[in-house]
């Protein structure tokens, strides 16, 4: 990843001799890094004193670049206070960020190493506990949160998704690339590119919906209207693209206009829950399920199920977790930095969700494997393009990008999540699915 280079707004470390040496009056970092990392560490730490713990000729290298660093990781709970030191620029790496993260994946403190860490530092309590300033990147905590509103309710819903995606459609073209698709692609082959499998991904989806043309299709949480653009192109539907994000909203509306499909599709700035339009043949969401809420998932799928004729299908795209005893709360660096009130059930909680508030389930599909592939394409994108996606965004949401993407993708690949599309349908009167007796999708 390129967000190892070099910050402009970090001040360069003090060299020893101006701050007494490394036996000065700050915290033992010799032994407070050893404890953190053990003795033969997977990758090299370094200090602003010239501490080194580990190989000093190793590749994959931690920065600790300035004392603040330590009072960020120590101030705060979990993952929050090392990512807040790395999008800072306090913590920096030498090396890829997921190959740093997968090295360091296993590693944890136990109980008898914290107890001895705070006596440790005892005596640099103050120096080190000290208030550091929190980045302008990082959302409120869920409890100041509720000033915006009770949790998912519409409001706050569209400040959450306007902080996340309104930020700079360019950043994002960046990014995702050529397709602007922002969810989990579907690789064909070991050789596929990320755009072969963003429209094999499209193409499943029309493809388990039944596509046909003359079809009326509704994609809620449609972001840069890929979805819309592939049905109504390829499949001859008409479609109807909602987003709580009004720059996406307008990308997509020109996108469309520029590939002459604007007759037959459309985006709008809207919540799903705002549509008014029924009957639609067929529904997709792929990627909106995150941002519902477990406890709204029964009203969400009733009210998809409202929108559908007798026969109709729902194809439900979304990031799970493995088990459905998970908590559904994300952990703080992501609700803090990435995703605000998001939310991730177990695929056992969406299909009962989905059963027992109208559809019946069809097919599931766990496309896991799939999302850390498109994951470690992101992250290559974002890589090849850091200058721009700097200038663009700024370097602390860029590095917030480079940790978010290279921490999925390592999660996707050790199973702490998945990515499952469930297909249900809405079956008539007399029990016609209107489904064929074994499909195989064809692709």
């Known amino acids: ?252 509306q020109r996108d469309l206009a520029a590939r002459g499909l604007a007759g037959r599709a459309e985006v709008r700035h809207l919540d799903y829950r705002d549509v008014t339009e029924t009957g639609f043949d067929v529904v997709s969401s792929i990627g909106l399920t995150e941002h519902i809420g477990a406890k709204a998932l029964p009203s969400y799928f009733r009210f998809l199920w409202s929108k559908l004729r007798p026969g109709g299908r729902l194809l439900n795209h979304c990031i799970v977790r493995p088990h459905t005893y998970d908590s559904h709360r994300t952990g703080p660096f992501i609700d803090r930095y990435v995703f605000p009130d998001g939310e991730l059930e177990g695929v056992g909680t969406i299909v009962s969700a989905m059963q027992d508030n109208g559809f019946e389930v069809r097919h599931a599909e766990n496309l896991r494997e799939h999302y850390g592939r498109t994951l470690a394409a992101w992250c290559r994108n974002l890589d090849a393009r850091w200058d721009e996606a700097v200038a663009e965004s700024g370097v602390q949401r860029a590095r917030v990008w480079a940790l978010y993407m290279a921490a999925s993708r390592l999660a996707f690949e050790r199973h702490r999540l998945e990515l499952q599309q469930v297909l249900g349908v809405k079956v008539g009167e007399h029990g016609d699915a209107s489904m064929p007796l074994r499909p195989d999708w064809g692709v």
């Open 1 to 252: 990843m390129a967000a190892t280079r070099p910050l402009s707004a970090v001040p360069a470390p003090a060299r020893a001799s101006e701050r007494g040496g490394a036996s000065g009056a700050g915290p033992p970092l010799t032994a407070l890094l050893t404890r953190l990392v053990g003795d033969d560490p997977p990758v090299t730490v370094t200090a602003y004193d010239g501490t080194v713990v580990g190989d000093p000729e190793a590749e994959l290298r931690i920065h600790v670049r300035t004392p603040e660093a330590l009072s960020y990781v120590l101030t705060a709970p979990n993952e929050l206070g090392v990512a807040r030191a790395y999008v800072t620029g306090r913590i920096d790496v030498d090396g890829d960020v997921y190959a740093v993260l997968r090295a360091v994946d296993d590693m944890s403190l136990s109980v008898a190493d914290k107890a001895a860490l705070a006596r440790e530092l005892a005596g640099h309590a103050r120096e080190l506990l000290r208030p550091v300033p929190i980045p302008v990147e990082e959302a409120p905590s869920r409890a100041r949160r509720v000033l915006h509103g009770l949790r998912h309710s519409k409001l706050r819903d569209s400040e959450a998704i306007s902080r996340h995606y309104d930020v700079s459609n360019r950043f994002y073209e960046l990014v995702l690339g050529p397709s602007m698709a922002y969810t989990c692609a579907c690789y064909p082959g070991e050789d596929a590119s990320l755009e072969e499998a963003q429209f094999h991904k499209f193409d499943l989806v029309c493809r388990k919906l039944g596509l046909r043309p003359g079809m009326r299709l509704l994609d809620v949480g449609c972001g840069w209207g890929g979805m819309v653009a592939h049905a109504a192109e390829h499949y001859g539907v008409e479609a109807l693209g909602v987003t709580l994000s009004r720059q996406q909203a307008d990308w997509a």
